[in-house]
């Protein structure tokens, strides 16, 4: 069974070499020349502790970090809807399973061969496909120190991503028979799983740090902040986020000595032109006057308030990285396990 | 008795497929299974393949469930249409499916030599053979194992009429030097009367007609009849 199931999947192993020759033609081209800006970077501001020289540095390679990191976000989405959904569905549209169960074999052992299969080669390749990013965004992400922004595209993630979206694949094709919309049936499975762990599993994995910090007159700001899906929040006090290098941070609150939150009511009572006077208009710089009615409203807040910080410190990555893998292998599991009792009376 | 089926019925939601089918095939009998479109006959060749689980009633094949005799090797079954994989070559269904998947029973030998006789090109995929050689493969791979019980599902209809002589034939043949037991559907009744020892008759799920193969001369008449009176 085993070489007849490596014989099916190597048009599929072909495919997933030829992808990751080319990314690794690309790491290997571009790499060196990474190291050398980061490091070049860095010797220009040693000792500081600030260095701007190492921020534009990240920031100027944005665009190409973000495609790496797409590269590596849709390599599960693609392993599940190409590797995954037709394994089983296209035997069954093309009546083949009829052929093979008519041998010695049973379709038990005949899909875990075939997901064995599947499943080392999704392992392989996502591990590669994940330690070429990894290594090659290093410089990158020691200059960003925002790990926990990449989370889901570096490390051993992905590799949890691109099992479940398999296993997503094959059970989806097992009960709509059909490889088509068990392809969309993945695609869909796979989204609303990571959207699900990323904003409600992940934050209970270890609960956060919490800490105080005084509100600083030349940093805060005033806004709203939120997210488009999710809705903007309403306008108030912003500052700016808190100095804690590669930090996941969770939640910033404006509270006084007794936890109170701050009101819009304290607030426009403090500063009565606060929000009156925009941007509003055309960018440029604000106006020293407006800066300044900023600099004394938040200087009168501070005297009663604080911010609270509650963030996920760096050291925690590699226990949420375990974690995450650990759910989505578990939830991998899970559907492997209904795979096999639907497949025992079809 | 190679295959014994007791009340043996199957639903499909609410319309019943098939229903008390009661049926004995001795060794080296060649049954015949004709009716109309849609009559059960594929539902019940799978039913005994173990393909479908029966809504009621038991199948028992060379003494065990459909499953243990399928695990066997000593079915040889081939679906409707005949499946083949588009992507592999004669020689890899050959090697791959026939030696590798029924190590116990595989008859290489034999295999070869049919697929050599039928000139099936080896190198081939399966995807670019005509309908009629599809069927060679197929029924090489379910012959090469040299199987106590043959299902066949309308395993003729996309030969023409030399090779479906041919075919026939062979399977004649094995089923009087090897013992082998044959249940084929077919829509031709021509070919009842050229193989088969025995016919059933199905239609709208039941079993009209089971009995050993009348003269040939007679045999269209008694089919149509019980089909008609079924009607």
């Not at chain 1, 604000?286 to 509650?310: K, L, N």
Request: include cysteine; charged fraction near 15%; aromatic fraction near 6%.
């Amino acid at each position: 069974m085993i070489r007849l199931a490596l014989r099916q999947f190597r048009a599929s192993a072909w495919t997933a070499a030829a992808g990751l020759g080319a990314v690794a033609a690309v790491v290997l081209a571009t790499r060196p020349h990474l190291a050398d800006a980061a490091s070049a970077a860095r010797r220009a501001c040693a000792p500081a502790a600030q260095c701007p020289a190492l921020s534009a540095f990240a920031l100027d390679n944005t665009p190409a970090r973000t495609v790496a990191g797409l590269v590596v976000i849709v390599a599960p989405a693609l392993i599940g809807a190409f590797w995954g959904a037709p394994l089983v569905a296209r035997e069954l549209e093309a009546g083949t399973h009829r052929l093979v169960w008519a041998q010695s074999v049973r379709p038990a052992r005949w899909l875990a061969t075939k997901l064995a299969v599947a499943g080392t080669a999704t392992v392989l390749a996502t591990a590669l496909l994940s330690a070429l990013v990894t290594w090659w965004a290093g410089p990158l992400d020691d200059a960003a120190a925002a790990v926990y922004g990449t989370f889901d595209q570096r490390d051993l993630v992905p590799i949890g991503y691109a099992l479940f979206a398999l296993a997503c694949g094959v059970t989806a094709g097992l009960v709509t028979r059909r490889t088509l919309p068990a392809m969309a049936v993945t695609l869909a499975g796979l989204v609303a799983a990571r959207i699900v762990v990323t904003e409600w599993l992940r934050p209970l994995v270890a609960a956060p740090r919490v800490v105080s910090v005084p509100l600083d007159p030349d940093t805060t700001g005033y806004g709203a902040g939120g997210n488009i899906l999710l809705g903007i929040g309403p306008s108030t006090l912003q500052p700016a986020p808190p100095d804690l290098p590669n930090a996941w941070i969770q939640s910033v609150h404006i509270v006084d000595s007794a936890g109170t939150p701050l009101t819009d009511q304290v607030l426009t009572a403090a500063c009565p032109t606060i929000g009156g006077e925009g941007p509003g208009g055309p960018a440029g710089p604000v106006p020293e006057a407006v800066r300044q009615r900023m600099h004394d409203c938040v200087v009168r807040i501070g005297e009663r308030y604080h911010q609270v910080v509650t963030y996920q410190p760096d050291g925690r990555y590699w226990t949420f990285q375990w974690w995450e893998l650990a759910l989505f292998t578990a939830a991998t599991a899970v559907l492997i396990g209904y795979a096999c009792r639907r497949l025992r009376r079809p | 008795m190679i295959l014994e089926t007791e009340a043996l019925a199957k639903r499909y939601r609410r319309r019943w497929a098939l229903r008390d089918c009661t049926l004995a095939v001795p060794e080296g009998a060649i049954v015949g299974l004709v009716g109309p479109n849609g009559a059960g006959k594929t539902t019940l060749l799978q039913l005994i393949v173990g393909l479908l689980s029966p809504t009621a009633g038991a199948v028992r094949v060379l003494g065990g469930t459909p499953d243990t005799a399928m695990r066997s090797g000593r079915v040889g079954f081939v679906a409707q249409d005949a499946p083949t994989y588009a992507g592999l070559t004669v020689a890899e269904h050959l090697s791959l499916l026939g030696a590798g998947l029924n190590a116990r029973r595989w008859d290489a030998a034999a295999a070869r030599e049919r697929a050599d006789r039928l000139s099936l090109p080896l190198r081939q995929r399966a995807g670019r053979l005509s309908g009629g050689q599809r069927a060679q493969l197929a029924l090489t791979l379910a012959l090469s194992k040299r199987p106590d019980l043959l299902v066949l599902d309308e395993p003729v209809a996309s030969l023409d009429p030399l090779a479906r002589r041919a075919f026939l034939d062979e399977t004649v043949a094995a089923a009087t030097t090897t013992g082998t037991a044959v249940v084929l559907s077919t829509h031709l009744v021509a070919d009842l009367a050229h193989a088969c020892t025995h016919v059933v008759v199905v239609a709208g799920g039941r079993v009209r007609l089971a009995a050993p193969s009348p003269d040939p001369a007679e045999l269209e008449r008694v089919v149509l009849d019980e089909l008609g009176r079924s009607a």
